[in-house]
């Protein structure tokens, strides 16, 4: 344990320079979303080959009087490895995509910038500034409820746009993990004749697999005004319920969203908004 009397100048810093990388941590998740809101994945990658800052600009149309500031940000998301700054022309940044990069690419099918767009919108973020109210209440439940006045999970049905986001990031964020479980674990699915994925959100996943394995009966099992919500395929069925109170029997259940959910409880402190 570390004494306030032996404490090091070099270890003072130390501990700054630690609790700075904490306190500005928000801008590298805010600086991939504006990458995304201005469309610098797609325009690196649709350029066919490394683009010179100037290109990237006109591209994305930033206007003369901001490109050394769109120089920063560039310089930014390439130090976190989202681009590579090719060093070919000493006058001009030069930058090419990275793997890190392909799934902010809308056209390489695996794009996940929807759920970047909801775990960054405002109504997520704001119940952020409350947990200090929160902490010293004993109701409500959940900080988004304290902030918003329902609990995130009714937001769907009651706030139709972060509904709108909530299907579409958890879907987008299903698409690549769908990918590869039908691609490389289809081995998983032998002997399978009825599947419900619980608490789905979307009909991603189970439409994937539908189509990868036809003779799987496949089942959409949600809270009611989810699956109201969803867009009906007669490819599956759609069952609304309560998954604590019964879940339809099957071969196999999908519980991504519930996976999702509990990461979601690690890696936010239970996001204190679940």
Not at 163 to 169: A, D, N, S
Not at 218 to 231: G, K, S, Y
Not at 234 to 259: R, T, W
Request: charged residues 20%; negative net charge.
């Amino acid at each position: 344990m570390a004494s306030r009397d032996r404490v090091s100048s070099k270890e003072l810093l130390d501990a700054q320079s630690h609790l700075w990388n904490h306190i500005y941590s928000f801008i590298n998740s805010l600086a991939l979303k504006c990458a995304v809101e201005l469309g610098i994945p797609d325009a690196v990658h649709n350029h066919g080959k490394p683009i010179t800052l100037t290109e990237l600009a006109k591209a994305v149309s930033i206007p003369e009087c901001r490109i050394p500031n769109f120089q920063r940000l560039m310089r930014l998301l390439a130090h976190n490895g989202f681009f590579n700054q090719v060093s070919t022309d000493p006058n001009e940044d030069i930058y090419e995509f990275t793997t890190n990069s392909i799934p902010l690419i809308k056209e390489m099918g695996v794009s996940i910038t929807p759920f970047l767009e909801l775990m960054l919108d405002q109504s997520l973020l704001d119940p952020w500034q409350s947990l200090s109210s929160w902490f010293r209440s004993e109701q409500p439940s959940t900080a988004f409820e304290m902030f918003h006045g329902i609990f995130v999970w009714e937001a769907p049905g009651k706030m139709p746009e972060l509904g709108k986001k909530i299907r579409e990031g958890l879907g987008s964020d299903t698409g690549l993990i769908t990918k590869v479980i039908v691609e490389d674990c289809s081995e998983l699915f032998n002997g399978v004749k009825t599947l419900v994925e619980v608490a789905a959100c979307t009909t991603t996943m189970v439409l994937a697999i539908k189509e990868a394995f036809l003779a799987i009966k496949c089942t959409v099992f949600d809270l009611p005004h989810m699956i109201n919500a969803m867009e009906k395929n007669d490819k599956v069925e759609y069952v609304a319920g309560d998954m604590f109170e019964y879940i339809p029997p099957a071969d196999a259940l999908i519980l991504k969203v519930c996976s999702f959910r509990l990461k979601f409880f690690i890696i936010t402190l239970e996001l204190f908004i679940l």
